[in-house]
């Protein structure tokens, strides 16, 4: 059971440059999301999916954009990368519980850094 | 405005000794709050999660207290031990946006 898992850990971009950050879980969780985490910052919200074809706004979406097409996947695109995206991104599933989301299960990260 | 604090960014505690760790917010109504474990470069991991009708919760030496009145959550670890070291983070969920937003964490350090 491999959970929650991104791709790729490391990347650099140069500024302008596109690119996807892949996020795929195996736990059949309606619920994923992405988080990006600078120092001193905490973990912001950026986007976020409540289950196939249904995509919402987080805290920090601008520059980014998602898709949900199937319940596993939750790709995250740079369509213009921009040095203040240097960061590392976590994406995370969830279950619904009775009252709700329940814990949130984290990938390792991906550490982004644009030139 | 809406925020979420957490009492300090780094917290000193000697081995032994309860670290207590504080998530105050405000202008939300969350459902629920959770507390996070994360160490460095790891992705951060489920500790405990308290819901509104709830006052406290206890797992092992964690304890989490949520007073809804006061809108802040305590975390505390008793015994602490060097192991314990790593960054704590704190999430409330609002179930009206159905999403989980995060503070931005104490690094707590134990001292031998």
């Known amino acids: 059971n491999a959970g929650v898992t991104q791709t790729p850990k490391f990347q650099v971009l140069k500024t302008g440059q596109s690119m996807t950050l892949q996020c795929a879980q195996d736990?059949?969780?309606?619920?994923m999301s992405w988080y990006r985490q600078d120092p001193g910052m905490g973990l912001r919200l950026i986007h976020y999916s409540v289950g196939a074809g249904i995509t919402d706004q987080g805290e920090v979406p601008n520059g980014y954009n998602v898709s949900r097409s199937t319940t596993e996947d939750f790709p995250l695109r740079l369509l213009s990368a921009a040095p203040s995206q240097t960061s590392v991104y976590f994406c995370a599933s969830s279950s619904l519980g009775r009252e709700g989301r329940g814990e949130l299960f984290f990938g390792e990260g991906s550490r982004l850094t644009v030139l | 405005s809406q925020k979420i604090e957490q009492n300090s960014e780094a917290l000193n505690i000697q081995e032994g000794k309860t670290a207590t760790l504080t998530c105050n917010y405000t202008?939300?109504?969350?459902?629920?709050l959770q507390w996070y474990r994360q160490d460095p470069g790891r992705g951060p991991v489920f500790l405990l999660l308290?819901?509104?009708?709830?006052k406290e919760k206890r797992k092992e030496r964690l304890k989490v207290t949520f007073d809804t009145t006061l809108k802040q959550s305590l975390f505390h670890i008793t015994a602490s031990q060097p192991a314990d070291s790593a960054t704590y983070l704190c999430a409330l969920y609002l179930n009206r946006d159905d999403k989980i937003i995060f503070g931005k964490g104490t690094r707590l350090h134990i001292l031998p």
């Open positions: 736990m059949n969780h309606e619920y």
């Open positions: 202008n939300y109504s969350p459902a629920y």
């Open positions: 308290i819901r509104e009708n709830e």
